[in-house]
T-cell receptor
Framework: DAKTTQPPSMDCAEGRAANLPCNHS???????VYWYRQIHSQGPQYIIH???NNETNEMASLIITEDRKSSTLILPHATLRDTAVYYC?????????FGTGTRLKVLA | SAVISQKPSRDICQRGTSLTIQCQVD?????MFWYRQQPGQSLTLIAT?????????ESGFVIDKFPISRPNLTFSTLTVSNMSPEDSSIYLC????????????FGSGTQLSVL
């Protein structure tokens, strides 16, 4: 079973920040939090990952709580092209167990 | 970024036949994996493709049904054998690269429909 829990769907207005939560209360000390997204039926695309500290790259920001039991992916200015299923994955190895993800719909 | 070529991109097959899916990567990778995504579902790991040896299968997947080869560092095949309509899915190749940690890169997938 997946180690993460995500809301099944979210809507976000275009141009606004999209905040996607993920619960991973059983995360181990050596496990990272990875975020991927899947647009339509394409292969998942890597977004960002982190261990303890907050991370930011050109696509998004990742906020991890101090106890590491939850995290939030932030898309600062969502566009229509960000409409996708977003997966939060916790792993300490190459073996990914995908949960059901969050279907984000960006509205014009 | 990784260039992962997967062939065919889609196919429609008859029940009882087999289909081999190819995955070619542009540079040497550390790990190669095969995933399945059934309609409307999330991704499920089928197996890890090991170079020069038998693949490591996840629970619920067996070599007779999903034989996998990986003759070198950049190429792997997945065969879906004796297909039934329940095998209709997207099959995805994924790889990791040295220096990229546990980050995985995914191919565009093979959309398989079994009639």
């Amino acid at each position: 079973d997946a180690k993460t829990t995500q809301p099944p769907s979210m809507d976000c207005a275009e141009g606004r920040a999209a905040n996607l939560p993920c619960n991973h209360s059983t995360i181990s000390g050596n496990e990272y939090v990875y975020w991927y997204r899947q647009i339509h039926s394409q292969g998942p695309q890597y977004i960002i990952h982190g261990l303890k500290n907050n991370e930011t790259n050109e696509m998004a920001s990742l906020i991890i709580t101090e106890d590491r039991k939850s995290s939030t992916l932030i898309l600062p200015h969502a566009t229509l092209r960000d409409t996708a299923v977003y997966y939060c994955i916790v792993t300490g190895t190459y073996k990914y167990i995908f949960g059901t993800g969050t279907r984000l719909k960006v509205l014009a | 970024s990784a260039v992962i070529s997967q062939k065919p991109s889609r196919d429609i097959c008859q029940r009882g036949t087999s289909l081999t899916i190819q995955c070619q990567v542009d540079s040497q990778v550390t790990m190669m994996f095969w995933y399945r995504q059934q309609p409307g579902q999330s991704l499920t790991l089928i197996a890890t493709a090991n170079q020069g040896s038998e693949a490591t299968y996840e629970s619920g997947f067996v070599i007779d049904k999903f034989p996998i080869s990986r003759p070198n560092l950049t190429f792997s095949t997945l065969t879906v054998s004796n297909m039934s309509p329940e095998d209709s899915s997207i099959y995805l190749c994924s790889v990791s690269y040295r220096g990229e940690g546990q980050k995985l890169f995914f191919g565009s997938g093979t959309q398989l429909s079994v009639l």
